[in-house]
């Protein structure tokens, strides 16, 4: 295995050296409009368009933001992808044999999103990217004899009547891997067809002694859970004690950074965290280098992408879309901006908005972080909370509580009087005494809006906690529990007083 390790080693250094001369970000990015637009002229959807047209013009970009509107999912679906469930050639040559199901984080029921093998193939491409750029973090060559293990949805999708299978992303994705990935690849297809989360979990952790895990990549919220879980079956001090060659997770989903001190508890060794950035929509980036959690934007993998200002200039303080905002391209944005994401794609997502918050942190080449969702911004009395500063707030008060606080869910409602309050729900051990008080101080502290919000409109704070039992307990109920599931960090009035009602029966 030692030589294994040597050759691969070698391989991707190789191929990295290769591929180390990248276009331009901005002509990568026009090469891949023409692209998908000249795959798509001969679609219901290309046709509609004028895709033909719009790549006769001397300049395609502007020509395609005149002629194509922007869409949300809701119009998108309605309006194409509904059709696409039935018929071939709607927005991409040919009919999908996958639906991914969205995990739900928004919205009352889940998204169904078009999956063609196109599609699958730029995410292996993407992923292919990510291991190429692994030369760079200098790892063991035992990290490359050693296995992988992903903590996807399950793999055992579902027929639909139409003729397409649907299920999560990552449990698609994984029903599609060749059978050589069984070298490298954990738990295995019969695993991860495993339905029920906890049979799922209880399979791996049966199966854990036999691993020689290297890597780990999933949500952390779920991946710390199932950590957990084997370190309690047995009695380990920590999971490098059943697999010593673990070095590296790769995360993705949600925030890490709430989670890190706890992964820190389970293990012995320190591990390298690389962000992605994998949706039903795309594998749209990931960490290419050591030193950051910023991620390299996937430019030549058959997305092309635009991006609205999350400001006044794309948006209402409301949340909503102007009704003419201003679009830029990868090559007039700014560093330390935030933007929310427009994505045009080979599953025929067109100038998709997908409700994702980014911000740059460098142009060459160009890399972000995910700061949040249009749904997650918390402004309901002005309070102009968005998700990145709640998660800082939420680090500072557990580290000023001496705990680790994972989750959390907040909501504007109202209280007996009418007036608007912030309700929190943690998730800690802790107690809730103070948590309030000091919450608050930190928002206000650190957001002068909030502090003004909490001055007028918004008239107090409340905090409950719940144990990490109790949380995952709720999660089940409503059917949530397990794989890629994402709780939103922002609730809806509704879906917090649900929450109460269940703690309160608890």
């Given amino acids: ?46 046709k509609y368009y004028g895709f033909e047209e719009i790549l006769k013009s001397e300049d395609p970009v502007s020509a395609f933001r005149q002629e194509v509107p922007i869409f949300t999912y809701e119009t998108l679906h309605s309006q194409w992808w509904e059709r696409q469930e039935r018929l071939k050639d709607i927005t991409w040559p040919g009919k999908p044999d996958f639906f991914a199901r969205s995990s739900g984080t928004t919205g009352k029921t889940s998204k169904r999103i078009p999956i063609t093998d196109d599609f699958i193939s730029s995410m292996r491409s993407v992923g292919t990217s990510m291991i190429n750029s692994l030369h760079l973090f200098d790892f063991p060559e035992s990290l490359f004899e050693s296995e992988i293990l992903m903590l996807s949805s399950s793999a055992d999708l579902e027929e639909n009547k139409q003729g397409f299978r649907e299920g999560e992303i990552s449990g698609i994705n994984v029903s599609n891997f060749p059978n050589w990935y069984d070298i490298f690849y954990r ?109 390299k934007m996937a430019l030549s993998h058959g997305y092309f992408f635009e991006f609205i200002p999350f400001d006044e200039r794309g948006y209402e ?97 109202k209280n007996e009087a009418g007036e608007y309050i912030h309700q929190w729900v943690l998730v800690s051990d802790v107690t809730a005494e103070g948590l309030g008080e000091n919450l608050d101080k930190i928002l206000k502290s650190a957001n002068k809006n909030y502090a003004v919000a909490r001055s007028k409109a918004l008239r ?47």
């Fill in 187 to 295: 738990p295995g297809k019969e695993i991860a067809a495993i339905s029920d989360w906890d049979e799922r979990v209880d399979a791996i952790a049966e199966q854990a002694p036999e691993w020689n895990i290297g890597a780990i990549a999933g949500i952390p919220s779920w991946v710390l859970l199932m950590l957990q879980r084997i370190i309690k079956r047995y009695q380990l001090n920590s999971i490098h004690e059943i697999w010593p060659n673990f070095q590296a997770f790769a995360s993705g989903g949600v925030a890490f950074e709430t989670y890190r001190k706890d992964f820190e508890k389970v293990c012995k060794s320190p591990i390298t965290i690389l962000d992605t950035y994998l949706a039903s929509e795309g594998f749209i980036a990931f960490t290419s280098k050591p030193g950051t959690m910023a991620m």
């Fill in 460 to 506: 107090d704070i409340s905090v409950k906690v719940i144990s990490k039992e109790q949380y995952t307990n709720f999660l089940a109920q409503s059917n949530k529990k397990g794989g890629q599931t994402k709780t939103p960090k922002v609730m809806k009035e509704e879906k917090m007083k649900a929450l109460l009602r269940f703690i309160d029966q608890a």
């Fill in 317 to 413: 303080e409301s949340g909503e879309l102007n009704a003419e905002p201003l679009v830029l391209g990868i090559d007039e944005v700014k560093v330390g901006e935030e933007y929310v994401l427009l994505l045009s794609s080979c599953a025929g997502a067109w100038r998709y908005a997908i409700g994702d918050v980014i911000r740059f942190e460098s142009l060459s080449p160009p890399q972000i972080k995910i700061t949040g969702r249009t749904k997650f911004f918390l402004n309901v009395v002005g309070s102009q909370l968005s998700e990145e500063k709640m998660d800082t707030a939420i680090l500072e008060l557990a580290e000023a509580h001496k705990t680790t606080i994972n989750e959390y869910m907040v909501a504007a409602i």
């Fill in 1 to 46: 295995m030692a030589i294994l390790g040597k050759l691969v080693k070698a391989g991707i250094d190789l191929t990295a050296k290769l591929q180390s001369t990248e276009d331009n970000p901005k002509h990568a990015q026009e090469n891949q409009l023409k692209d998908l637009l000249n795959q798509a002229k001969n679609t219901a959807f290309g």
